[in-house]
């Protein structure tokens, strides 16, 4: 069963920058629609971004600040993430479909506050 595995969560200032990673284990050219989301407290979780072999594309609330990309050499994928505020707090899990089931991994936290 193929697992992924988040990583790079912490704290930062506002304004601040933070690069999450998301790892699976099996090739990430198995992978598609590769997305991140995220779950504040006490919200639901909310879509951020997936990526396709067509493009990418965003949520209104990250267009322009987030960014995702890929490195199939690494097999590792990406969400870069700028200019955070408070409000983006949240647990951040990336996503991905495999043959033939979604998989999900198990969250890392981003806590924006100064």
């Known amino acids: 069963q193929v697992q992924l595995v988040e990583s790079g969560g912490g704290f930062v200032q506002p304004g601040g920058s933070r690069r999450l990673s998301c790892t699976p284990s099996?090739?990430?050219?198995?992978?598609?629609?590769m997305g991140w989301y995220r779950q504040a407290p006490g919200k639901e979780r909310q879509w951020v971004s997936t990526?396709?072999?067509?493009?990418?594309t965003y949520a209104n609330s990250v267009k322009g600040r987030f960014t995702v990309s890929s490195d199939n050499a690494k097999n590792i994928w990406y969400l870069e993430m700028n200019s955070l505020q408070p409000e983006d707090t949240a647990v951040y899990y990336c996503?991905?479909?495999?043959?033939?089931?979604?998989?999900w991994g198990q969250g890392t936290q981003v806590t924006v506050s100064s």
């Open positions: 996503n991905a479909f495999f043959g033939t089931k979604w998989v």
């Open positions: 990526m396709m072999k067509s493009g990418t």
């Open positions: 099996a090739s990430i050219d198995s992978a598609t629609n």
